[in-house]
């Protein structure tokens, strides 16, 4: 499975950005897509997550800020980054997880390339 996302930049504080993820390949389903972001020195951390049926989960420090959605139709994940801070200055990567189109449908775990989001102060 392939991940192709889209939607990182430059932006000031308090500004905002839409990051878009869109998985392709031999998909039977899709349970969770979600956002990580790693900043330098620092380990990769969970931003935000969807499920199939729409349930979420945020990281406390995006709570308010962040939105995730996805389109199941068309495996596309989105992050809404509303009042961006400083500190959300990171490499943010697509992450899903659901089971290949295959005999056995074999789970799968794919990964996005990242997409950088700088927030200047």
């Known amino acids: 499975v392939q991940l192709q996302a889209s939607g990182g930049g430059l932006v000031q504080t308090g500004g905002s950005l839409r990051l878009s993820c869109t998985a392709s390949g031999s ?3 899709i349970n969770i897509m979600g956002w990580y972001r790693q900043a330098p020195g620092k380990q990769r ?3 935000a997550a969807i499920t199939s049926d729409g349930s979420t989960g945020y990281a406390d420090s995006v709570k308010g800020r962040f939105t995730v959605s996805r389109d199941n139709a068309k495996n596309t994940v989105h992050l809404q980054m509303n ?3 400083p500190e959300d200055t990171a490499v943010y990567y697509c992450n899903t997880r659901g ?3 295959n005999s056995n449908y074999d789970p799968f775990d ?4 990242g997409t950088l989001v ?3 102060s």
């Open 27 to 29: 998909i039977f389903s």
């Open 45 to 47: 951390e969970l931003v």
């Open 99 to 101: 089971r290949y189109y």
């Open 110 to 113: 794919s990964w996005g390339r």
């Open 83 to 85: 009042s961006l801070k």
């Open 118 to 120: 700088t927030v200047s």
